[in-house]
């Protein structure tokens, strides 16, 4: 009895201790198994250039009649103009190029894609996490929003969005409105979604006896959801924008492939599969990987911070 | 073998005009297993300032009575008054303060934010909010402790902080379901006596959960002695205590008589439980 009573104090003290303490030694200690299976990702990407671009190699080869050494076909598979599979260096040659080597105004700057690309996402995540998590609140709080609204949700998510979004920048673009804001729309369509299930979960999360205190002191369902409600549902809300966020930007690219567009990294995706510039649609699906990592990183960072001072960490 | 008692009937004769009056009151749980008779036919009324305290053993309902008087349950049966009123009206007027069997402070709220919040609620202003924190603070002894967050303080800490927050607004019933259980031995003295001084100051009606004989003995004006399956009251028992009470009224022999009657209830309702 005794001892079990000290485990569960113990248990109940401990978590945020350890976090605090275990933050900055988990980065170092995460470094190196990252790192690990980044090199292995490497060598295997190599070994498959090589397998994948020799077949045209030895092509050219035999139509000039020549032959080649093992040597000069390793080198040959990894300097194509369009090889099927880019080598990695040259996929990261290309990204530099993109980022550093023009003015961000040319039609070249990965920069400027990458903007065009990342101000659609933004305001498609904050059209779709505002629309979650309004949605959710409503679902929380009535019974017939609750039954109504979620079968249509799951629904909305079910429907190939490859399939909708040219006809919704077609439909959009006949009325006049072009630009950022159907690409936006296509992104709050994919990112409402996590945000809605992790925000219902989360304005569920705390336990009926602070539901009880919250009722014996007679607050109203506005303070509850301010004051309870919301605070416990903070882990949830920060989870489920982090998968919209890069929900967010896959609606965004989405949103850019269909003919026409010019600007953005899908833009620079298709018009690179147009040509058969493999280099060009690699380094953009990086730029936007990037993008995206960067983007769920900052959401984490956002989140540790507030859910530290919160005293909600773990 | 003294006056054994009617279980069931016992329309007491409570000193002052009843605040809480419980008639049949029956609460029937509708669980898988089938139903829960978690109260059965409880008649007990309290009268304007009595400390009345609930014993029994683990199941017997004290915790469901409780929940019932704060309108947090719905008797299935009966009639449960509170100042002439229905519970939920009495909710609605903010006439309880409920300390939870387990603390249930806010984790990223500080302790004094966390007996802010109901003064929050309820409207009242910055300072007084403050005075009220700082007052209440005092009283369970965690004065230091204001800043901290309920993840840095001990179990009893945190549960003494529910207890301050239960009292930081002026609620006319205190309903409390084992508050001291997490405490050691000598706060929990310095705790009876600061809740008897709150009591004899403020005239609040008080519900007390314990399963401490000496502690129902030392703070309640009536004792009343409950068994499980079905949950029932099965001895009420007044206490002939004087209101002012030092600590050494637990060395007299009256105070031995009535822990010894008090054990003999809950001896028999055991039994009584058992068939
Ligand atoms: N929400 C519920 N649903 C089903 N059964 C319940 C519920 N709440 C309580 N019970 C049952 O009602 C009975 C009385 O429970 P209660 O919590 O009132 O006991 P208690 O006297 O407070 O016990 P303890 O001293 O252990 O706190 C128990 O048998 C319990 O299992
Ligand atoms: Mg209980």
Redesign the interface.
Known sequence: MGRV?TE??VS??T???AARRGWAGQAGRSALPVLTVLAAIVVAWYLAAVWMNAPWVRDQAARAGETVTTGQLLRATMAQERPVLPAPHQVAAALWEGVTGQSVTSKRSLVRHGWITLSATLAGFALGSAAGILLAVGIVHSRVMDLSIMPWAVASQTIPILAIAPMVIVVLASVGVTGLLPKALISAWLSFFPVLVGMVKGLRAP?P??F????????NGG?VLR??RF??SLPWLFASLKVAIAAALVGTIVGELPAGATQGLGARLLSGSYYGQTIQIWSALFAAAILAAGLVWLIGAVARLTLRR???AR | MMNRPEPALHLSQAPAAPVIEARGVSLTFPTADGPVHALKDVNLSIGQGEFVSFIGPSGCGKTTFLRTIAALERPTAGTLTVNGMTPDQARRARAYGYVFQAPGLYPWRTIAGNISLPLEIMGFDKADREARIARVLELVELGQFGSRYPWQLSGGMQQRASIARALAFDADILLMDEPFGALDEIVRDRLNEALLALWARTGRTIGFVTHSIPEAVYLSTRIVVMSPRPGRITDVIESPLPRERPLEIRDSKIFAELSHRVREGLRAGHGAGDD
């Open positions: 009573m569960t104090t109940t003290l978590p945020p201790r336990d006896m602070q009880d205190l919250m009722r014996s002191w007679n607050a303070q004051f309870l605070p416990s919160m005293g909600l």
